[in-house]
Every structure is written in structure tokens, then in C-alpha cells.
């Protein structure tokens, strides 16, 4: 659903309270930026700012609007170089334009903004009214561009420090590992797709063919950091389901009961996927 | 220590580095491999700091090995020092981080406005010059050089809506700002020359209105043009005018008695080779010497 602006509360008179005047007058050049003035505000908007050599104010307002729209389309194509080549440059910069359009900025961290994409392009898809050939050619569309957005965000996010082999050697000592919830690297995302989408991102950051979607059964990933790097590993449906429990807080004493082989847990820790650990609540 | 001295470094709790007085660049993300690797002689560079504003991971890394090399500055867009939204914590504190980290001399941000009611529109957005106004960001300005614990330098910014209700210039604005405040300037000369040409703003008024000791540091980019009006584009070299606009403001500067002052060349779109911009910083310190060495035979 696309969030506009309220239609402006009246302008107070310059005399009142600077914030309140501020305010208002800020809400109404913001609107105007939206496109979602009604004509009323916008001639309102007129009486109190001027265009200078642009000519009107509308004509300043648009160079407001252009450039903000611009700048955070952009970033949509920064976190998104798959996905805009799959859709091509033009089709992806109407997709972007039309996200921007629609999901106000909340953040003056425009990667935040990203993170409305995946989202939005999974509502595109099942928008009656949007584009037919697209979204029944490209359905995994959505799926990518989560696996995009969570390659970006490992770049970036906050380092874990390293796992604490004696903290761990101890808990073990006094028989309290079971009670040990274990924690999994900030950068690390779990997605799962029943598209190949590895590979259609995979072909497409290699430059190879990309004409034919690969044949597969879907798709289950950790995207990490590893040396600085984002790195996407697909794995097993046992090793995707063990991380996801591990994610969902659950003691070793739970995983085992679970039946879950907890021997893994020794290469996830070696691969930076699980981080450190913390006594569970009984 | 003289007035135009204290503003050349920050006054911060952590080891804020001095700047040089030649002109440095703003490093963008496409050069930065090159610079680590290469470590060309450049005095000084300044990170836009929202594209750094990582919790961790290689960009942070980049960070530390670029405070290693070069003195650095970091230039803000989303400190909404103009907004009526409260100032946002979070975001403060990440500047701040990154400050720290970087040991940076000064942090700066625009005399603007960029969110109302939690949009951001990651564009500078103009406001009323008013006395009102100015009590409502001076208090704002206050709150940010307490949180960062240094004086912030504000900078000018292009416009292209003016509100007919202000009873002060952008320049009467910013002098009494960093009057009430202790803030230093960033003087962008390219948006007082954008300024000029949309809005006929009088250079000789604003130069008059400006606090030369109040300059921290002049930045200088490339602007384009529109159906006969100008836009601050960050995409093309300094262009003549302003070039002679900065020779202006550095004889301005030289007759006040203030010290070099440090000049940064930014360059945001269509972001040429290094060389490109390395030979801009050239340029911008050849004019500042003769500026120099004019006023010093004047005088």
C-alpha cells in the first residue's frame, strides 16, 4: 500500500512558535516532493517559497523530487546488480522508481531502504496489475534479490569475536554443555528457496550463459562473512534445518533431542557460521 | 592561540588528527583500492561518512588502514540539522564511532534540512533563514558538538526554492549560527556560485556577512546546467566561474589574516580517474599560493 502524506495542516502564522511554523512548512515542501500535494497546498506551497531563475516554485520542487528519487534508486541498483541484469537496466530502473514511490525512506541509512525491495517485488508479483511478462517469467525474482540484500548486509555487518574454545572446553568439563544455546554469526543470513537461485546468481556475477534458468529443486543457503568477504554456501536440508534451530534459540540438549547430528556443530564453528554460546533459560 | 588557528583541528576527546593546508580530495568508494595500494601523495581526503557507517567488516578495515596513511575529514548528509524530527541517536552515535575511528580532524554536515515525520529524502532541503529558525538549529548544532564532543563545521548548500519569509541570507545565517555556537564554516564555493546564478544572491554581501576566521575548510565541484539555471551536480570539473569565485575567496581569506585554509575537490557522479581529481587539488593550491602572495605584496 503506497503511505502519503496526510494532506498538510495550515501553515501557522509566521509569529508562532518557530518549530511549529518550521514544521509545517517542511511537511508542506516535503509533500510537495511526494507529488502528494492536493492542488490547494500546492498553491500554498507557491505563496511562501519562490523558484528563483527556475521560474516557478513547482519547477524547484521537481529538481527536489528528481534528485531524491535519483539517490535512493541508486542505491537500489548498488544492493541489486543481479537482479537489475536480469531485468535489464530499463526495466529495473521502473521497478526501483516505482519501490522508491512507494516505500518512504525511514532511515538516513539508504541500505535500510534496500530492504524494502525483496518485499515489495514479492507484492509486484501478485499485483494483478502489474507487469504480466515479468512477473510469470521471472518468479523467482523475489527469492534473488533476498539472496542480494543478505549478500550486501554481510558486508557491512558487525564483527562477532572469536569462539570461546576455553569458555566452551569448561562448560563441557562441568557438564553443562546441553544447557548451551549456541549463537550464530551476525553476518549470517539462512535463506531458502524452491528456486535454483544460487545459480541464477552465481551465472550471472560469472558473466556465463544465462539464457536458460538451471533445472533444480530449490535451494537452501547461509550467506556469511568469511575473511571480509560475503560468501554464499548452499547446504544440506539437515544442515540448513540445524542452523535454523540453532537461530530459533534452541540449547544443544534440544538439538540432540531433536535428533539432529550435533557432531556438525564442529565444522560450523570452524566456518565461522556459529560464533559463541550462552547459557539457556531452564 | 588565534581565532582562525583553534578551527584547524578539532577539539576532540579522541586523537583528532590536523589537516594540512593543501587541497585533498573526497574519496569515493571506486578509488579506494587504488589509494591503499598506491598511496599517492595526496594531503589530506575526506570520507563521506553515511557510506561508511559500517558495523564492521572490510569497510571499517579500509577505514583503519586509510587513517593509517591520510589525515582524514568526515562530511555528513543525514544529521538533519535543520529538521523539526528529533536528532537520531543512532545515527549520531555512528558518526561518532566512525570519528573515533578515523581520528578524523572534523566531522561536517549542510545547513538543511533532509527528513520530516521519519521520511528521509537524502536530499538538503532548504529552510526559512528566520531568527526563529536559527535559535531552533543553533540549539540542534549545540546538541551535535556535545554528542560528537567537537566543534562541527556547517556548510552552505545549493538551492532551488527560496522561502520568501526569511529575514536573513544564507551567509547572515551561517555567521550567526557560528556566533551562537562556536561551529566552524565549510564554505562551498560551487553553491555560492550556483546560489548567485539561480537566486542572484550578491557574493560581495555574502562574502561581507561571512566570518573569514570562521572557515574551516572550501569545497569545490563541478556544477550543470539546466534550461538556463544551475544544478549543484558533483559531476564535472570546477568550472571557470568558480574557479574565479575561489581565487576571490582565498584573497578574501588572505586579507582577513586567516592561514591557508584546506580545499577539498568532490566529485560524486560520473567519478573521473584519480589523476582527474588529483590534478583539481593541483589547481585549487596553485590559485590558493597566488592569492597568497598577492594579498602578502598588498598588504
Known amino acids: ?75 537500489l541498483e548498488l544492493v541489486y546488480p543481479v537482479c537489475r541484469q536480469v531485468l535489464g537496466a530499463g526495466a529495473f530502473g521502473g521497478l526501483a522508481a516505482a519501490c522508491v514511490a512507494a516505500c518512504p525512506s525511514r532511515s538516513p541509512d539508504l541500505t535500510e531502504l534496500a530492504a524494502a525491495f525483496p518485499p515489495y517485488l514479492a507484492r509486484w508479483r501478485l499485483d494483478p496489475a502489474s507487469s504480466e511478462p515479468l512477473g510469470s517469467d521471472l518468479p523467482y525474482l523475489p527469492d534473488l534479490a533476498r539472496l542480494e540484500l543478505a549478500f550486501h548486509a554481510a558486508l557491512f555487518a558487525a564483527d562477532d569475536l572469536p569462539w570461546d574454545a576455553d569458555g566452551f572446553a569448561a562448560a563441557v568439563e562441568r557438564g553443562a554443555a546441553g544447557q548451551l544455546r549456541l549463537r550464530l554469526g551476525r553476518s549470517v543470513t539462512l535463506l531458502a528457496s524452491q528456486f535454483p537461485v544460487y545459480e541464477i546468481w552465481r551465472r550471472h556475477r560469472e558473466a556465463r550463459d544465462t ?63 556459529i560464533v559463541g554460546f550462552e547459557v539457556a533459560d531452564r | 592561540m588565534a581565532p582562525a588557528d583553534r578551527f584547524r583541528h578539532g577539539v576532540a576527546a579522541g586523537p583528532a588528527r590536523q589537516l594540512p593546508a593543501g587541497a585533498g580530495i573526497g574519496l569515493r568508494h571506486c578509488h579506494i583500492d587504488a589509494v591503499l595500494l598506491e598511496r599517492p601523495s595526496i594531503p589530506w581526503l575526506e570520507l563521506l561518512a553515511d557510506n561508511h557507517l559500517a558495523d564492521g567488516g572490510a569497510t571499517l578495515v579500509q577505514v583503519d588502514a586509510l587513517a593509517r596513511h591520510y ?15 528529533p536528532l537520531d541517536p543512532d545515527y549520531l552515535r555512528r558518526v561518532d564511532d566512525l570519528r573515533r575511528r578515523s581520528a578524523a580532524a572534523w566531522v561536517s554536515d549542510h545547513l538543511c534540512f533532509t527528513a520530516i515525520d521519519g521520511r528521509h529524502y537524502h536530499e538538503l532541503l532548504p529552510f526559512p533563514y528566520t531568527e526563529s529558525t536559527l535559535c531552533h538549529v543553533a540549539a540542534r548544532v549545540q546538541r551535535v558538538q556535545e554528542r560528537l564532543g567537537m566543534p562541527l563545521a556547517v556548510e552552505n548548500v545549493s538551492s532551488y526554492l527560496r ?15 557560528s556566533a551562537r555556537t562556536d561551529c566552524g564554516l565549510l564554505l562551498d564555493v560551487n553553491n555560492l556560485y550556483v546560489n548567485q546564478a539561480n537566486h542572484g544572491d550578491d557574493l560581495d554581501a555574502a562574502l561581507a556577512a561571512l566570518p573569514p576566521w570562521r572557515v574551516q575548510e572550501l569545497h569545490l565541484a563541478g556544477f550543470a546546467q539546466r534550461d538556463g539555471w544551475l544544478l549543484d551536480a558533483h ?65
Open chain 1, 1 to 75: 500500500m503506497v503511505s502519503r502524506h496526510d494532506v498538510p495542516e495550515p501553515v501557522p502564522a509566521a509569529s508562532t512558535t518557530p518549530p511549529a511554523r518550521l514544521r509545517a512548512l517542511q511537511r508542506l515542501l516535503a509533500a510537495e516532493i511526494d507529488d502528494s500535494l492536493p492542488a490547494h497546498a500546492s498553491a500554498a506551497l507557491a505563496m511562501v517559497v519562490s523558484g528563483g531563475r527556475l521560474g516557478s516554485p513547482a519547477a524547484g520542487a521537481a529538481v527536489y523530487r528528481d534528485s531524491s528519487r535519483r539517490a535512493r534508486a541508486r542505491a
Open chain 1, 211 to 273: 539464457t536458460q534458468v538451471p533445472a533444480g529443486h530449490g535451494d537452501r543457503l547461509v550467506v556469511c562473512r568469511q575473511a571480509l568477504r560475503p560468501r554464499v554456501q548452499r547446504v544440506t536440508r539437515d544442515a540448513f534445518a540445524l542452523l535454523r534451530t540453532i537461530a530459533d534459540g534452541q540449547s544443544i540438549a534440544a538439538l540432540t533431542e531433536r535428533g539432529y547430528a550435533v557432531e556438525q556443530l564442529g565444522g560450523l564453528i570452524t566456518d565461522g557460521l
Open chain 2, 71 to 85: 589525515p582524514l575529514t568526515l562530511h555528513c548528509v543525514g544529521m538533519n540539522l535543520a529538521g523539526t524530527d
Open chain 2, 163 to 177: 522561502f520568501r519569509e526569511s529575514a536573513l541570507t544564507e551567509a547572515e545565517f551561517l555567521a550567526e549560527l
Open chain 2, 235 to 299: 559531476a564535472a570539473p570546477v568550472a571557470a566561474p568558480v574557479w574565479a569565485l575561489y581565487e576571490r575567496v582565498q584573497r578574501w581569506l588572505a586579507a582577513a589574516g586567516v592561514g591557508a585554509v584546506p580545499t577539498l575537490i568532490e566529485w560524486d557522479n560520473d567519478i573521473p580517474e584519480l589523476g582527474t581529481l588529483r590534478a583539481e587539488a593541483a589547481r585549487a593550491d596553485a590559485i590558493a599560493a597566488r592569492a597568497s602572495a598577492v594579498t602578502a605584496a598588498v598588504l
